[in-house]
T-cell receptor, first 110, second 116 residues
Framework: KQEVTQIPAALSVPEGENLVLNCSFT??????LQWFRQDPGKGLTSLLL?????REQTSGRLNASLDKSSGRSTLYIAASQPGDSATYLC?????????FGDGTTLTVKP | DTEVTQTPKHLVMGMTNKKSLKCEQH?????MYWYKQKAKKPPELMFV???????INESVPSRFSPECPNSSLLNLHLHALQPEDSALYLC???????????????FGEGSRLTVL
């Protein structure tokens, strides 16, 4: 059974800092890994999707990496802004379904 | 259009009521999902439909009944729910390829359900 862990559970940084969120998974037989953000009471917004054959994906200030062999992914956020405050979830896609981590709640202070 | 639309946004129902949640997507996706999310927890998978057929039921109680009338619509029928079923119900869709769902998940904004 796939298990997904996200560290840290919560993170508070001052505006402008670069930061890294971590996601680890136990079964390397995956199709893809997806990073989401979720604002309180809202749905999940897709940030980046990395297919199993890829090593990284970039979108604006976000960069996600994937190391399947070690069961790890990182989400790098450059020059953080207060609007980045949200919960960030990673989801690992196996056969037919995705397994989510518990998320990292990020607070960026002005 | 990368939108998944869920209605209603909020629903309050009694334990004896029958209600339905609705989800719609027009991205041509052939896989659709229902998730349940409790406060400060990750989404939990309930059901997966692939090419309009139920492919995964994560041992969900029968008081939740999914329906996929066509490739764009997904319903969740609710009957005789319990207060502990109060949660955010999320619908998602993804591209299916030959029955193997490897595509990006797109989520709706969710339906906030309160059971009194």
């Amino acid at each position: 059974k796939q298990e997904v862990t996200q560290i840290p559970a919560a993170l508070s940084v001052p505006e402008g800092e670069n930061l890294v969120l971590n996601c680890s998974f136990t079964d390397s037989a995956i199709y893809n890994l997806q990073w989401f953000r979720q604002d309180p009471g809202k749905g999940l917004t897709s940030l980046l999707l990395i297919q199993s054959s890829q090593r990284e994906q970039t979108s604006g200030r976000l960069n996600a990496s994937l190391d399947k062999s070690s069961g790890r992914s990182t989400l790098y956020i450059a020059a953080s802004q207060p609007g980045d405050s949200a919960t960030y979830l990673c989801a690992v896609r196996g056969a037919g379904k995705s397994t989510f981590g518990d998320g990292t709640t990020l607070t960026v202070k002005p | 259009d990368t939108e998944v639309t869920q209605t209603p946004k909020h629903l309050v129902m009694g334990m004896t009521n029958k209600k339905s949640l609705k989800c719609e997507q027009h991205m041509g996706h052939r896989a659709m999902y229902w998730y349940k999310q409790k406060a400060k927890k990750p989404p939990e998978l309930m059901f997966v439909y692939s090419y309009e057929k139920l492919s995964i039921n994560e041992s969900v109680p029968s008081r939740f009944s999914p329906e996929c009338p066509n490739s764009s619509l997904l319903n969740l029928h609710l009957h005789a729910l319990q207060p502990e079923d109060s949660a955010l119900y999320l619908c998602a869709s993804s591209q299916g390829k030959g029955g193997v769902n490897t595509g990006e998940l797109f989520f709706g904004e969710g339906s906030r359900l309160t059971v009194l």
